[in-house]
């Protein structure tokens, strides 16, 4: 379980004429024996300053000890002894960063935040930003942007601590590809074009003062390796948090951010890929769409016999819009309330009163101007749904392209680990009605939260994961959809509600028109 | 043998879309094929250079690996292929510094060259240097004193060979522990107060630009490891040169410079000791005396039987000084000739007319003034014969300690290797008269050169030699003559000519008085 960053309390024996190691090596010495044996490395910048503290502080105290691949590194010495270390796992988002403040000596969580990233006003999606990079300045813009919210969540979780930031010896992140680009300050150009190749997925860990971070300069920063243009050290964490690469049995994760992202294997194989099923789903793209948050309207149901609509809304808050739980009820309760068809058009005939028309054309009215947060009416537009039944298409072409790929059923999947916001407040049975997901028992669905942070926390404090990290770069194999002419087929067949082929959904009912 | 620095040729795949390893990856994967399957490691400050140089070429040219002992690591791409890697390795001398200019592909020697110290205008000798660091912007001064010289001997090198410095990949440094201080810039203070304690002894390769050094900034800077404070990086090159630590044969090698180091011992097991047996025989000390170069008298005869003496100088200039190896001959040829005595005090009786005054006391004209190069006589004073018996008297005490200390015969050596300008030049024939060496067969005593020099050059070659210094630290006990009582007492039953128990000397003249 060896965390990135170790303190190891030393007590040398003091030179004398009988005895005359010298300093430096007398330290190393001390600590090998708490590491295996094997003598840690010095950078030659930091030797004078490591050598003269140890013999100011009386030859003991704490030695602060780096555990990077390449071997332990003594990085400081402390008179006395100290609590922790600290360290700091990272969610590194498109749009939110999140953040845990861990004590690796007892694997406390001190502190969680989270902030917007401010890239944001560079761009609202990483394509735009990446192309916002090429431009003069703009690459560091944008490195500058995260370093500099990394440093406000930072300072933000260490004043909730009470402890200054210099004491945290150690971040770890994880990011999509583009993100950790941007982190690390590498030009992402190679991204976006043909053959989608990234500048580097495995990184050894740079030094935080490397970084321009403010936690102590001599933190290691373990950056959770890509696998893909597609394919970040968020995904690779969530499979090092559900334990999918530790499993016999075959499972499968799905995290849905700007892209769905999903991935099914065991501790024996491992397949992955990705596709833009996401916007429609993560609120971002339809007008009516919101992030999870206060107003936000997470469930829908509708009153079988009278076909009346009912809501929630996150935290009780009057409703301002739909985030993806709610708009994927609402979908499923218009179509099994037969306000749409199974190409997910309006029924006129059906909606009758509850659709108005606007400048965009028809619109299902969720909630009346009157009951609405900010004195507008909650809309879900024809073209919004066009735009979920894309997604809805888009998700269950890539997870049976993937299953197909790997001559797996569905069935036979242990588990559905549902990451991130989506799997927290998704309902699987309204998902399974669009067609989504497939129709399998709802147990097989497990939320796992924000399993890109879990994932971030655990090579913090754990040598395998951090192992399995650079083992799972080459082991995952890559599913690329762009060019896949299965995938094209799939989507096309999963254009309606909930299949062309009903009977892969046995527990939806089926109508004709 | 693999090499502190290799050049890998490299042509990888070009990267698809059914191959799409990102760009640094693609790169280490390909050197790992060279590297026994290890991927090097890439230090953040240079991922995203080497990146775009890899991509830049086309995926194919020379990569630049550095082999510190945690692991190979990549620092360049370059475009095409490279001769080479070029590396220098430096003997880091008090008074002087010589290195060699290296091809690590071809092993060939493309220049040599040497240059004073300038650390001499802060002190002749290493205590006054100590000394100096302590005043304020000392050790800097020093320091800054020392990566000056090694910049222009390596400029001078580089320009004999024709070639820039920046393509130098590679450096070793072989010095005692002070200059190795000095050039590391560490503060020398607890070297000359008991108990002698190093700041340390085994250092990891500093980068060149981390030293402000001329060569390429990522070369790495193999520093030979100091033993103790009397026992340096030089000594130890000097054992790695002549094998000792792979001998089967118990052996002994002995380098005089400013102090007389010795080490006994064979591939099981190593002794060595210190003492300061140096300044008269390096000729630093007598005011006639001076380094072995053009001018200096390197051997003296005297007639037996007309007591008429002959010399040669280095270069066949004329007549300066003394150098080391003529002072001992001119001592031998005094005792032989009766012109001192056993206690090495002029007999008036017999030196007669070739003694003269001088505000110092009595002297011998080793050369009249109308025959010397400068106009004055070359004259060895009792006061400078005086230092000599004192510095001879050292050196066998040295040696007889440390083989009483390992139970081990004179006898049983298989040889005596004696290193530098000193075991260049002298003859061990007259230092056996003088009873400054032991008195075996000449055979046993071999003349080695600049063994610091040759082991520089070995460690930047041969991985086993690097992990061979690592190891010697260990296994070399190191003998501390400062407080042996047993030192002392031999030391005064040596202060005799050749010493006072004759039985040790069978091949020696013996006079009464």
Redesign the interface.
């Known amino acids: 379980m060896e965390a990135l960053v170790s303190f190891l309390q030393i007590k040398a024996v003091v030179?004398?004429?009988g005895?005359?190691?010298?300093?430096?090596?007398r330290l190393?010495r001390a600590a090998a024996e708490q590491l295996n044996g094997v003598?840690p490395?010095?950078?030659?910048?930091r030797?004078?300053g490591l050598?003269?503290a140890f013999?100011a502080a009386g030859f003991a105290g704490t030695a602060v000890v780096n555990q990077p691949?390449?071997?332990p590194e003594l990085v400081d010495f402390l008179a006395g002894s100290a609590a922790g270390p600290l360290a700091v796992a990272l969610d590194l988002g498109t749009t939110h960063l999140e953040a845990t403040l861990l004590d690796l000596a007892t694997s406390a969580k001190l502190a969680t935040g989270h902030r917007e990233n401010s890239q944001i006003r560079f761009g609202a999606d990483i394509l735009s930003r990446i192309h916002h990079a090429a431009t003069p300045g703009g690459l560091a813009a944008l490195h500058g942007a995260i370093i500099g919210d990394i440093n406000e969540l930072i300072r933000q979780l260490a004043g909730a601590a009470g402890v200054p930031v210099a004491v945290i010896r150690a971040l770890s992140v994880a990011g999509n590809t583009a993100m950790t680009h941007f982190f690390?300050?590498?030009?992402p150009h190679?991204l976006i074009r043909?053959?989608?190749?990234?500048?580097?997925?495995?990184?050894?860990?740079?030094?935080a003062g490397?970084?321009k971070l403010d936690i102590h300069p001599a933190a290691p920063v373990w950056v959770l390796p890509?696998v893909?243009?597609y394919f970040g050290g968020d995904l690779l964490a969530g499979i090092l948090a559900i334990g999918l690469d530790r499993s016999e049995a075959v499972a499968m994760l799905i995290d849905v951010g700007t892209n769905a992202e999903v991935i099914i294997g065991n501790r024996d194989w491992l397949m992955a890929c990705a596709g833009a099923a996401g916007p429609a789903l993560e609120g971002g793209v339809a007008r009516m769409g919101m992030r999870a948050g206060p107003g936000a309207i997470d469930h829908v149901e509708f009153d079988q016999a009278s076909g009346a609509l009912s809501y929630t809304t996150i935290d009780g808050a009057k409703p301002r819009g739909l985030c993806g739980s709610g708009i994927i009820d609402l979908a499923a309760g218009l179509y099994l309330a037969r306000f749409i068809d199974l190409k997910g058009k309006f029924r006129p005939e059906a909606a009758g009163s509850r659709l108005v028309e606007t400048p965009d054309g028809p619109a299902f009215v969720v909630v009346p101007a009157a009951d609405s947060a900010d004195g507008r009416p909650v809309l879900m537009a024809q073209i919004d749904l066009d735009a979920v039944m894309r997604s809805k298409a888009a998700m269950y072409s890539i997870l049976t392209t993937l299953v197909n790929q790997v001559g797996v059923k569905f069935e036979e999947l242990a588990h559905i680990y549902v990451a991130g916001a989506f799997g927290k407040h998704i309902a699987p049975r309204q998902a399974i009605t669009l067609g989504m997901l497939p129709d399998l028992p709802l147990a097989t669905y497990q939320p796992v939260g924000n399993s890109s942070l879990a994932g971030a926390e655990l090579v913090l404090r754990d040598a395998g994961a951090r192992r399995a990290c650079r083992e799972l770069?080459r082991k995952i194999t890559?599913l690329?959809l762009n060019?896949n002419q299965e995938f094209m087929l799939r989507f096309s067949g999963s254009r309606f509600i909930p299949h062309t082929e009903h009977r892969l959904f046995p527990s939806v009912p089926f109508f004709k028109d």
């Not at 690390?184 to 030009?187: D, H, Q, V």
């Open positions: 030179p004398g004429l005895d005359n190691v010298a300093d430096l090596d190393r003598e490395r010095v950078a030659y910048p030797l004078a050598a003269e013999r691949p390449e071997g690390l300050n590498l030009n190679h043909e053959p989608y190749i990234p500048m580097v997925n495995v990184v050894d860990p740079p030094a490397d970084l890509s893909g243009s770069v890559y690329e060019v």
